[in-house]
């Protein structure tokens, strides 16, 4: 009998298996997930070239509810007598798929994959119960007046947005405390201190620090913002020196916006922003805050009714 020597490629395989996989999750884009990779790329066991078939953003969390349906329709074929927890273990199946469909080109490094959104996250575990987790936050009203800058982006629109994906992660961490599986970031605190966050980080998921270069994370260059990365109105991704002024910027994006700005802020996303860590600011009196806050809400319903109307007009247009 000839027994056939495996592959480099299924020896990397192999090795990569047998350490978790990382995975980054932000809670909406402009929040920090490219810099966070870009840090913990810095580490030799994590060094992913960006070569012909490199996923930039994976989103596979963002469809996980497909997943889930499957795993639930096809296992109530199943005898349950004779298979221990079907759904769950389909579920591990189809989750140790993708991981394979994205350790083929690693060449035996940690699996290091990231996605702007927080879809379905209460189901990461039930996909990916091996990996290791980072959750990295921002400020909401930074994150707004980022989009709005850089993409014109609708500042009441991401606020709601924000709020929505924020609450997502608090309940996450409710029904999974932090530890072992999964770590908090927040992007402020990385610009603020990258050294010390980077050492919370690597101890976290294991890496070994000895190797990482903290001088050149301390000095990474920047990419994508929408302050000082772009030209002629537009933002691109081309890296840039750090400016000197970048950490202070980073973390007061939004401070100069006015009463009511913050009032509506307050509104829409203070409870979690206060429940990842975040200060509220002052906005209007109680009373001018609360009856602005009512009229636009309403306007927004009402906004919204419309666009609801004129897609249904186009699509029975044809």
Same mark, same amino acid.
């Given at each position: 009998?000839i027994?056939?020597?495996?592959?480099?490629?299924q020896?990397?395989?192999?090795?990569?298996?047998t %350490?978790?996989?990382?995975?980054?999750l932000?809670?909406s884009?402009?929040?920090?997930?490219?810099?966070?990779?870009?840090?913990? %790329?810095?580490?030799p066991?994590c060094?992913?070239?960006? +070569?012909?078939?490199?996923?930039?953003?994976?989103?596979?969390?963002?469809?996980?509810?497909?997943?889930l349906?499957?795993? !639930?329709?096809?296992?109530q074929?199943w005898?349950?007598?004779?298979?221990?927890?079907p759904?769950s273990?389909?579920?591990k199946?189809?989750?140790? $798929?993708?991981?394979?469909?994205?350790?083929?080109?690693?060449?035996?490094?940690?699996?290091?994959?990231?996605?702007?959104?927080?879809?379905?996250?209460?189901?990461?575990?039930?996909?990916?119960?091996?990996?290791q987790?980072?959750?990295i936050? /921002?400020?909401? /009203?930074?994150?707004? +007046?980022?989009?709005? /800058?850089?993409?014109?982006?609708?500042?009441?629109?991401?606020?709601?947005?924000?709020?929505?994906a924020?609450?997502?992660?608090?309940?996450?961490?409710?029904?999974?405390?932090? $530890?072992?599986?999964?770590?908090?970031?927040?992007?402020?605190?990385?610009?603020?201190?990258?050294q010390?966050?980077l050492?919370?980080?690597?101890?976290?998921?294991g890496?070994?620090?000895?190797?990482?270069?903290f +001088?050149?994370?301390c000095?990474?260059?920047?990419?994508?913002?929408?302050?000082?990365?772009?030209?002629?109105?537009?933002v !691109?991704?081309?890296p840039?020196?750090?400016?000197?002024?970048?950490?202070?910027q980073?973390?007061?994006?939004?401070?100069?916006?006015?009463?009511?700005?913050?009032?509506?802020?307050?509104?829409?996303a203070? %409870?979690?922003?206060?429940g990842?860590?975040?200060?509220?600011?002052?906005?209007?009196?109680?009373g001018?805050?609360?009856?602005?806050?009512?009229?636009?809400?309403?306007?927004?319903?009402?906004?919204?009714i419309?666009?609801?109307?004129?897609?249904?007009?186009?699509?029975?247009?044809?």
């Amino acid at each position: 009998m000839i027994v056939q020597e495996p592959t480099s490629q299924q020896n990397n395989q192999a090795e990569s298996a047998t %350490r978790p996989p990382i995975f980054i999750l932000g809670v909406s884009m402009r929040s920090g997930t490219n810099f966070l990779h870009d840090l913990i %790329r810095l580490h030799p066991d994590c060094a992913i070239d960006a +070569e012909k078939n490199f996923i930039w953003e994976d989103f596979h969390l963002h469809h996980a509810d497909s997943l889930l349906a499957y795993a !639930h329709n096809v296992s109530q074929h199943w005898s349950l007598e004779t298979i221990d927890a079907p759904q769950s273990r389909l579920l591990k199946s189809l989750g140790d $798929g993708i991981l394979s469909f994205l350790s083929a080109e690693i060449g035996g490094r940690r699996l290091l994959t990231k996605t702007p959104g927080v879809q379905h996250l209460s189901h990461f575990f039930q996909l990916f119960p091996d990996a290791q987790l980072l959750v990295i936050v /921002r400020d909401g /009203r930074s994150v707004a +007046e980022s989009g709005a /800058r850089g993409f014109d982006w609708n500042p009441e629109a991401v606020l709601r947005y924000w709020s929505k994906a924020a609450q997502t992660i608090l309940d996450f961490q409710a029904a999974n405390p932090l $530890g072992k599986r999964w770590l908090l970031i927040r992007y402020e605190d990385v610009v603020a201190s990258p050294q010390t966050e980077l050492l919370k980080i690597l101890e976290f998921l294991g890496l070994e620090p000895a190797l990482y270069d903290f +001088e050149a994370a301390c000095g990474l260059p920047v990419r994508g913002s929408s302050l000082y990365g772009k030209q002629a109105d537009q933002v !691109h991704w081309t890296p840039i020196d750090r400016p000197a002024d970048f950490t202070t910027q980073a973390a007061t994006r939004f401070k100069g916006w006015s009463p009511w700005q913050h009032s509506r802020a307050n509104h829409l996303a203070g %409870r979690q922003l206060v429940g990842l860590g975040y200060t509220l600011e002052p906005g209007l009196p109680t009373g001018l805050g609360r009856l602005g806050n009512l009229l636009a809400d309403a306007r927004w319903q009402v906004r919204e009714i419309l666009k609801g109307v004129y897609h249904q007009l186009r699509s029975w247009r044809g």
